[in-house]
């Protein structure tokens, strides 16, 4: 992997700019593709490709200061799309495909949207929302026929449709107080807000990456994540924008594990359900593995808790940690893919400490990081080699932080977005006189400046008694303690005790039944076997271990199917909806205080 060389376009005031400097420095480099390389594009073809587009929508009407709705899965098409909408000056963002038609109208509606580039799939979805639309005017189809109503084109009549057109005087025209995207928050308590991006502000978001990882020339990742996510957006769209990278598409979420050795990415980072996941799967193959490999990992991970303690490991403990490394530990990387990754990353949720852990026991130093949509999605980072684990590291580079009276964690810098979009109130909640960002996260700061995020303020539990509580490091130790519980929610707020709602893990249950011979069982019907439920409950006595008294779970009950992304119970992006599962589970809760 070569080293790094100078990248111009990490100095450009603007993200288009940035395009046209990477496409300058890296012209043949392959920019985007899929997995098969059914799809190919190099720097240079990508460009000839936003620029047909650019063409063909400002044919449309579309111009600087428009908005442009994308619901797209992770395909090459996004990147075209988006850096096409970009390109002329408009703000390019990206709708949830969760969402259902209401909440496509309220997105779409209050980024006033002129343009939407949908799958033919979120068509139907699109077409019962823009009965609520005025604002917008066409719907451009990616895939397939359109399908006859008004408004509606195809996507191969719109790119290339002025062969004419001249790109440069359109994104030379951009400022880095144009707004470049939006990002809709994921609505846990309340509708999703509009946080405005700027160029300035997704620019110094990449000087924090490349501050913190110095991405090598050449460098790999994997798009994967919704690029309504913020995530999404910095790590597999404008970082390899600037760094010149290559993003493999991977169109569904689910197989992201089996395109991890075929790209072996430079830099990987995922939500913990992810990396749950992974070591629930890892630590199933090496339990069959014989009493050695046990060794090996017991002793890796007793070096890694004696290390970020600062104690000196025994030679004993060093040996066999050596020697698993050497047997077993680098093959496991290999084989994972991410023997080439020099920096793993986890965030946008708390991970249990055993998960990573465990990963730092056979060698990959995964590091927790936080970031807000209203940050960019940056903000702390432990950095490659200097993890602490339990924390999410210092603040970046740029970001200013401190703790209020009350512990909750302000930022300041350009990373820090410049409003929510037609909320000026809610701005105002958010940023102070003085530019602090209250980020509403209950923080700690430890004697080297590494931050802890302890919970969200509002998600605070205060008990009968008066004693105030995390649930989510509650739920990250009910996790941690067992692959069993794929979900899980702590209720406790002026109760007498704590009490949880579980899901089964839709993977792991099921393999665990097998071996228990209660095989053919859907999630609703195993939530009922007295096998799974002795096994969450070792998972809850196990996590329970590792709280004080006060914070840990009296009762449980398993709720039988699953919680899916964008679902009754969780955000798009995975967290908890407190409120609505308050509701939607009351009767069971209430029959646990009973």
């Given amino acids: 992997m070569g080293l790094t060389k100078e990248r111009r376009a990490v100095g450009a005031q603007t993200m288009t700019e940035a395009f046209r400097l990477t496409v300058e420095d890296n012209p043949d480099r392959v920019a985007v593709r ?83 580039i949908v799958e033919e799939q979120y068509l139907g979805r699109f077409e019962v929302a823009r009965m609520k639309l005025p604002a917008l005017e066409t719907v451009v189809v990616v895939d397939g026929a359109p399908a006859g109503t008004g408004g509606t084109v195809a996507w191969d009549d719109v790119e290339g449709a002025d062969p004419a057109f001249d790109a440069e005087p359109h994104w030379r025209a951009a400022g880095p107080e144009d707004v470049l995207t939006l990002i809709y928050t994921s609505g846990t308590t309340g509708p999703p807000k509009g946080v405005q991006l700027v160029h300035r502000n997704i620019m110094a978001a990449v000087k924090v990456a490349d501050d913190v990882i110095e991405f090598p020339d050449a460098a790999r990742v994997i798009s994967w994540l919704p690029a309504a996510h913020v995530a999404e957006r910095n790590a597999h769209h404008y970082l390899p924008i600037v760094f010149g990278m290559t993003v493999t598409c991977c169109p569904n979420p689910r197989e992201i594990v089996a395109f991890l050795p075929t790209v072996k990415p430079t830099w990987f980072f995922a939500v913990p359900r992810i990396f749950e996941k992974l070591k629930a799967g890892l630590e199933g193959h090496l339990s069959t593995q014989g009493e050695q490999t046990v060794a090996w990992l017991q002793a890796g991970r007793r070096k890694v808790e004696l290390e970020q303690a600062g104690e000196p490991v025994p030679e004993d403990v060093a040996a066999t940690a050596a020697e698993g490394e050497q047997k077993l530990f680098s093959g496991l990387r290999a084989m994972l893919g991410l023997d080439e990754a020099i920096s793993v990353n986890v965030g946008a949720a708390p991970t249990p400490r055993d998960v990573v852990v465990f990963f730092h026991a056979i060698g990959l130093q995964l590091g927790e990081l936080w970031g807000m949509s209203e940050t960019c999605g940056v903000g702390a980072v432990n950095p490659p080699g200097q993890v602490r684990i339990g924390t999410v590291g210092p603040p970046s580079l740029g970001v200013e932080t401190r703790l209020a009276d009350d512990g909750e964690l302000l930022v300041r810098g350009d990373v820090v977005m410049t409003g929510y979009r037609n909320q000026p109130d809610k701005t105002a909640e958010a940023l102070d006189a003085d530019g602090w960002l209250h980020t ?61 709602l579980v899901v089964l893990d839709s993977d792991f249950a099921p393999a665990f039944a097998a071996q228990q011979g209660i095989e053919g069982r859907t999630l609703e019907e195993l939530a009922g076997e007295e096998a799974v439920q002795a096994a969450v409950q070792a998972a809850v006595d196990k996590g329970n271990a590792e709280l004080a008294r006060v914070e840990q779970v009296k009762k449980f009950t398993i709720v039988p199917g699953d919680w899916l992304p964008g679902g009754d119970e969780l955000t798009p992006t995975m967290k908890l909806k407190r409120k609505p599962i308050a509701e939607k589970y009351a009767d069971v809760i209430e029959a646990m205080y009973r």
């Fill in 34 to 116: 899929t997995k098969d390389d059914e799809v190919s594009l190099t720097w240079s073809q990508l460009r000839d490709r936003v620029d047909a587009l650019a063409g063909g929508l400002a044919r449309l009407g579309v111009g600087r200061g428009d908005t442009v709705a994308l619901m797209l899965g992770n395909r090459p098409e996004f990147h075209i799309a988006d850096l096409a909408a970009m390109t002329l000056g408009a703000t390019p963002f990206s709708i949830y495909p969760t969402f259902t038609a209401d909440q496509t109208a309220f997105v779409a509606g209050d980024a006033g949207a002129k343009l939407a």
């Fill in 440 to 500: 509403g996260d209950i923080a700690e700061v430890d004697d080297a400046g590494y931050i802890r995020i302890v919970d969200r303020k509002k998600e605070i539990i205060i008990n009968a008694a008066g004693k105030n509580m995390s649930p989510a490091n509650i739920e990250s130790a009910l996790k941690g303690a067992g692959p069993i519980i794929g979900h899980v929610a702590v209720i406790g707020d002026a109760r007498p005790f704590n009490t949880a």
